[in-house]
């Protein structure tokens, strides 16, 4: 056999493999055939890389480059549905349907799943994937292509054989499915990243990471439940989801036709209840006509299709009574009120507390003391306080008090202007202000300190050995011992766990010293743009705003921070422990003049950076990234494909394009 005949084999019982284990849930082979099997196949392509092909199973698990979304327009826009909350509201649309088909006695309405996740597009060319799409703002959307060739259940390449339509777009739902939205929001709880709301906020998020291998690595899933095409193979909805299931897609597994409005009821409360044992989150239900005939006559108003409505299932709610309110510090001082609630079961869970977020929020429900409180979860894993019952408050209650000093050491609170948020300004002297720095500083994403928790920061402080960051690398396995649940072993575990942070890279020493508004992300572009701390500690906040997400107020954020003298000595410290001050020169570059005063606006696509990485080049060699064409651009950096409009500006301003190749000389590399 030759090569490219083996590969062909391999690609197509690997896609067998995969349609019958993420599809069917029915695989024939153990997991360790097919990674043998994958194996060889990967070796092939090394040694023939004539055979590669990005739509080869192989590629499934993604990437490590940076990857920037294009935005294309959809080639039908993607409309949202009319939402409907009472069977009374469904009844009516069906009497509505008749009416407007008039003498068309026979209807059918197909009820389906709807799926609470985020919805894709997916373009099939010759029975090859070419293109996944975001709805975008439903005319145009983002190509999120790599991201979603990592999803196993979607097929890459389908063969003709099954009869799909040469040219035809697929749409549905990603889904984060329960079980992998827990274990990455335990893992980021870990981290002590902010956690996910729900399985759609994650799904859509992990769309969106630039890192493909990242966004494998989560386990998204996908639905579909629309087939689009100028060659459909069948007259109806329903026979066409069963088509292209036929073809390897997960459609929708719930699709009923109905005949009656007693059935369209009858399925509404049988899957009320039987939702909550699917895989993945749903917030109602879809239902739509099912001849394409007479989708064709109802046809769509701006919005939404008249063939289709969605009836959303009401959110699940408890009652229960407010025992008290206790108050919240936060790392950044932040005052948290916190309902501390009887217990209730909602949605499976004992609900005890719940967040009220705000003094704002408090206020507006006009929350009493001792008031019958609604709790809801909803999509939301955390439960959200979200209205009274007024009939049942006592005569002489009086409405919950907030603070007006920090519960924790007595500073009188102050209101931030603009925000709802209510702060404790005494940032140096608070104790749980201190000690939530301390836990972020060493959390796994920022310093990555083994062998210090939540619980060991606290004990840290108690003891008197830690008030700042700095202080942890002073710490002696001695001075650890006598504390309670220290041995040697862990009291060792620390010091070095210290030790071996000092190679921690820049950015995430810039995380760890919890700037009010600089996150990870930002934390990274500001590494990136100012290359060490000297620099960064010197940039007004004009400056500092030339760096992509650093905005106003978190670029004031930062330069109150260095103003502090107790920040600077306690940065200078840190410093003389050996902490990493400097972007590594091996993988990063250093900064220049080379672009004092540009003003240069990037279009097009490259070949050697991302537009991300130009945006940080452009920073760290002094200009200024800016987005769109005006009289004070300076330069336009123009890859491929810049669109005409911007060239013909460009040209009529008389503002020189510079290739990738003239910029990457400009800048010396
Ligand atoms: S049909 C032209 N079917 O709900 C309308 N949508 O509120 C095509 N959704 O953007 C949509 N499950 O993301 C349809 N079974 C289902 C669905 C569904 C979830 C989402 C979809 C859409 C949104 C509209």
């Given at each position: 056999?030759?090569?490219?005949?083996?590969?062909?084999?391999?690609?197509?019982?690997?896609?067998?493999?995969?349609?019958?284990?993420?599809?069917?849930?029915?695989?024939?082979?153990?997991?360790?055939?097919?990674?043998?099997?994958?194996?060889?196949l990967e070796q092939l392509e090394k040694e023939h890389p004539e055979l590669d092909d990005p739509l080869s199973p192989t590629h499934r698990v993604g990437s490590d480059l940076s990857q920037t979304f294009e935005q294309v327009e959809h080639q039908?826009?993607?409309?949202?549905?009319?939402?409907?909350?009472?069977?009374?509201?469904?009844?009516?649309?069906?009497?509505?349907?008749?009416?407007?088909?008039?003498?068309?006695?026979?209807?059918?309405?197909?009820?389906?799943?709807?799926?609470?996740?985020?919805?894709?597009?997916l373009i099939y060319e010759n029975g090859r994937l070419v293109r996944a799409v975001t709805r975008g703002d439903g005319t145009r959307g983002d190509v999120v292509t790599e991201n979603v060739k990592t999803i196993r259940s979607i097929p890459l390449v389908i063969p003709e054989e099954t009869g799909r339509p040469d040219s035809f777009e697929i749409r549905g739902e990603i889904l984060l499915p329960w079980e992998a939205f827990d274990r990455l929001n335990r893992r980021r709880e870990l981290d002590g990243e902010p956690l996910f709301a729900n399985p759609r906020n994650a799904a859509s998020g992990t769309l969106k990471l630039q890192n493909s291998a990242e966004a494998a690595e989560r386990g998204l899933d996908a639905y579909f439940y629309y087939v689009l095409s100028d060659n459909l193979p069948f007259a109806t909805h329903f026979d066409n989801i069963k088509a292209a299931e036929s073809w390897g897609f997960k459609m929708t597994p719930v699709l009923r036709r109905l005949?009656?409005?007693?059935?369209?009821?009858?399925?509404?409360?049988y899957w009320d209840v039987e939702r909550k044992r699917l895989p993945v989150a749903t917030d109602g239900l879809v239902f739509?006509?099912?001849?394409?005939?007479?989708?064709?006559?109802?046809?769509?108003?701006?919005?939404?299709?008249?063939?289709?409505?969605?009836?959303?299932?009401?959110?699940?709610?408890a009652l229960t009574r407010l025992r008290s309110v206790s108050f919240e510090v936060g790392r950044m001082g932040i005052i948290t009120p916190v309902a501390n609630l009887e217990p209730v079961l909602l949605s499976g869970t004992i609900v005890k507390r719940a967040s009220m977020h705000n003094e704002d929020i408090v206020r507006k429900l006009d929350i009493h003391n001792g008031d019958m409180l609604y709790v809801e979860k909803g999509g939301e894993i955390i439960p959200k306080i979200t209205g009274v019952d007024l009939k049942q408050r006592q005569p002489d209650a009086r409405p919950v008090s907030f603070v007006t000093r920090c519960p924790a050491c007595g500073t009188p609170l102050v209101k931030v202007e603009g925000e709802a948020a209510t702060v404790c300004p005494n940032k140096y002297g608070c104790p749980p202000q201190i000690v939530g720095r301390i836990e972020h500083f060493v959390g796994r994403r920022m310093m990555n300190i083994d062998g210090i928790g939540e619980e060991?920061?606290?004990?840290?402080?108690?003891a008197g050995l830690v008030h700042s960051s700095a202080d942890i690398y002073d710490l002696r396995p001695q001075q650890l011992m006598p504390l309670e649940g220290f041995g040697p072993r862990s009291a060792n575990r620390v010091v070095e766990g210290a030790e071996e942070s000092k190679k921690v890279p820049f950015q995430r020493v810039i995380y760890a010293l919890s700037i009010p508004g600089v996150g990870e992300t930002t934390a990274k572009k500001i590494a990136r743009a100012v290359g060490n701390i000297d620099k960064l500690m010197a940039l007004t906040s004009e400056q500092l705003q030339a760096i992509e997400d650093v905005g106003p107020a978190i670029a004031d954020s930062i330069v109150e921070y260095f103003a502090d003298s107790r920040n600077l000595e306690n940065l200078m410290r840190l410093r003389?422990?050996?902490?990493?001050?400097?972007?590594?020169?091996?993988?990063?570059?250093?900064?220049?003049?080379?672009?004092?005063?540009?003003?240069?606006?990037?279009?097009?696509?490259?070949?050697?950076?991302?537009?991300?990485?130009?945006?940080?080049?452009?920073e760290l060699h002094g200009g200024k990234n800016v987005g769109s064409i005006s009289k004070k651009t300076t330069a336009i950096l123009a890859g491929e494909n810049m669109g005409p409009s911007k060239l013909e500006k460009a040209n009529s301003l008389g503002i020189p394009l510079l290739s990738e190749e003239d910029f990457l000389k400009i800048i010396g590399e």
């Open positions: 056999m030759t090569p490219a005949n083996r590969v062909a084999e391999l690609r197509r019982e690997l896609n067998r493999h995969n349609h019958l284990y993420y599809v069917l849930n029915s695989p024939e082979i153990s997991d360790r055939e097919f990674d043998m099997l994958l194996k060889e039908r826009a993607m409309l949202s549905l009319a939402n409907t909350y009472s069977t009374d509201e469904v009844d009516k649309w069906v009497g509505q349907v008749r009416a407007l088909l008039g003498d068309q006695p026979d209807i059918v309405i197909d009820g389906e799943m709807k799926f609470d996740g985020t919805s894709i597009s005949s009656s409005i007693a059935e369209v009821e009858e399925f509404i409360s739509k006509v099912d001849s394409l005939h007479q989708q064709l006559n109802l046809g769509f108003t701006a919005k939404s299709p008249r063939w289709a409505i969605a009836y959303k299932f009401p959110a699940e709610r060991t920061a606290r004990q840290l402080y108690d003389a422990a050996g902490l990493q001050m400097e972007v590594e020169q091996t993988d990063e570059q250093q900064g220049s003049d080379a672009l004092a005063g540009q003003s240069i606006v990037i279009s097009g696509t490259f070949a050697r950076h991302s537009r991300d990485e130009y945006k940080a080049l452009i």
